[in-house]
């Protein structure tokens, strides 16, 4: 250990000495913007006297920059899997307490051990949200341009000779090269995750050959663009469309969105409560994590993001609408269809960043 | 990277023309006045950059910070290893594509610094021009924008843009077109946000250099029977130009770096190396390669700046 390093403990044990003291008053919860309804948080201050400092981010990289310089202050973040898989390997997260958890049986274990394909044992991680990665529409610019035919295929957005014909009206793709790619790999029924140059090739070709019908690449700005009517087809999260779908139908300007899961099959994405290391409430961040099991919490989360959770208790809690909603609840059919993509080596990522700039500048 | 870049620029020149003003008359203030922009300089500029060079020297690694340490004690043999990694230089040279990407990005900045400098010239012209006690109102007028928010604005002229925004609605409704007009999301909808964006810093150091010119210069060269096109070019420009230089400067090199403007109205063809930066910073969480580009974003930059700014002073010392 040098000198440097030294002082650093040194420091730290200072810190966590002090911080055990001053625990159980606050605890700092980092998580995705319109992700939880607010009472959740006030009642919970109201029940442990615990203040939540509640702040939010739109993005995973900027979440994973804030945790990678590390000393952010946060006790509870929400990664999404693949980026929690990466940060595990980083060390950047304290394991979790589970005598501290009286709720976590709560818990669907069928989705747990998908979830474990990130974070071995889930030692880190305790599931929040869950969704997919689907095909948002506007139904009667669709009807108008292809006919009435079911929207549930790729086919749409990966065909050239479909896609041509969308183009005036619009197709977005999510700016996220790994979840498209992964998702491109698996229409042209290779392995979602391989890590081969070939079959990144392969993408890249097929991106490619259509890439000319997309308008552009696009992770937020296509809400409102479907919700306006700018956009027809988006390739984009269900709970996004979903809120595309709420707000056209506020505006009343007869816009009709549609979300489908595509037959070939899709991305699957959880979203997982976890506890930074250097956390300074680490009892308080297990409090909070524990009421957010609560059958009632999840429930109310659920029905106020339009997200999935993985919580049985929660189930007769969540609105008829939302848990009849096959693009928020699939039926275990679809979910067979579903696969997690998993992190990447940085070789990898290096090499899917470059490709990635390549299909979006044509060069 | 632009900012540190941009703001220590405004300083650095901010700082020599009070510099020449002020010595010429007090001789004992030369310390205590330039003591104050130097260390400035060497907090917000030097510092952070002799760190984001660092860095640029380092590997990543799957740790915090997400980089290895370039110095390692090795107790037992009390070595001091210094490990340099200059594979992140190289690699830029590789791949055309960073090569591209400065390109385009010093074209996007040059051709939006060029329309801001037709634009403000006349508006500076005519402040400088008109009555005394309605410059500070005109003045006013130009910084106001900066009383809202940035972003604000930025999100104001996508709402112009549009498809079905303003000024598709309006040349639609006066039968001008009968099609809208794709706008946002191309490289003209980022010139436009540049030249909107950055024309105050464009305005403001014009004015400064108008302000103070001989207007009988111009009333000796008319007597003398030149045109008034060959006084403004023979005249008025030169007398201009320290306002020029600093306002292309301050226009052209924040330009150059700018993330914000390409990412809400470009498209997602429109190549900039502050893309480049997030990208590598971002999704592939390589903190010494994005590094490695901002610093040689930085020397692209400062280079031939600095050569103009020694042929200027070697200009006046004559």
Known sequence: ?363 | MSTPTGSAWVDGSGSRLTKFNFIRRVNWGRLSVVSVPTLWLAIFFFIPFLVVFKISLSESAIAVPPYTSLLEWDLEESYLNLKLNLGNYLYLFEDTFYIDAYLSSIKIAGISTVFTLLIAFPIAYMIARSKPSARGLLLALVILPFWTSFLLRVYAWMGFLKKNGLINEFLLGAGIIDQPLIMLQTDFAVYIGIVYTYLPFMVLPLYSALEKMDMTLLEAAEDLGSRPATSFFLITVPMAMPGIIAGCMLVFIPAVGEFVIPSLLGGSDTLMIGRVLWDEFFLNRDWPMASAVAIVMLIVLVLPIMLIRNSQGKEEAI
């Open chain 1, 1 to 363: 250990m040098n000198p440097k390093k030294l002082g650093l403990a040194a420091a730290l044990a200072v810190s966590v000495s002090t911080a055990a003291i001053a625990e159980e008053q606050v605890v700092n919860f980092y998580n995705w913007s319109d992700y939880i309804s607010p009472e959740i948080l006030e009642n919970f201050t109201k029940e442990t006297g615990i203040k939540v400092n509640y702040d939010v981010y739109d993005s995973n990289e900027g979440l994973e920059a804030k945790l990678m310089a590390g000393g952010s202050g946060y006790d509870v973040v929400v990664p999404t899997g693949s980026f929690l898989e990466r940060q595990v390997q980083a060390g950047i997260y304290a394991e979790i307490d589970r005598s501290q958890l009286s709720n976590y049986d709560n818990l669907d274990s069928v989705m747990l051990e998908k979830i474990s394909r990130h974070d071995a044992g889930n030692k880190h991680n305790v599931p929040y949200a869950w969704g997919t990665i689907g095909l948002g529409y506007n139904v009667d610019m669709l009807k108008e341009r292809l006919g009435d035919i079911p929207v549930d295929s790729l086919d749409i957005i990966f065909k050239p000779e479909i896609a041509a014909k969308l183009k005036d009206c619009g197709i977005t793709l999510l700016d996220s090269p790994a979840e498209v790619v992964a998702i491109a790999l698996n229409y042209l029924g290779l392995d979602p995750n391989s890590e081969k140059k070939a079959d990144l090739k392969k993408a890249s070709k097929l991106l490619k050959s259509v890439r000319d019908n997309y308008r552009k690449f696009d992770s937020s700005g296509y809400i409102s663009d479907l919700a306006n009517g700018d956009t027809c087809v988006a390739l984009g999260y269900n709970g996004d469309v979903l809120q595309a779908q709420g707000r056209a139908e506020e505006a009343g300007q007869g816009v009709n969105i549609g979300y489908s899961i595509p037959k070939e099959g899709t991305l699957v994405w959880f979203d997982l409560l976890a506890i930074p290391s250097d956390a300074p409430h680490k009892q308080a961040a297990h409090k909070l994590i524990d009421y957010i099991l609560k059958g009632e919490s999840a429930a109310s989360i659920s029905n106020f993001a339009y997200y999935a959770v993985a919580n049985k208790a929660a189930e007769p809690m969540v609105l008829e609408e939302v848990l009849n909603n096959p693009g928020i609840y699939p039926s275990d059919e679809v979910k067979a269809n579903l696969f997690p993509q998993n992190a990447h080596a940085a070789k990898f990522d290096r090499l899917l960043t470059r490709t990635w700039s390549g299909i979006k500048t044509g060069r």
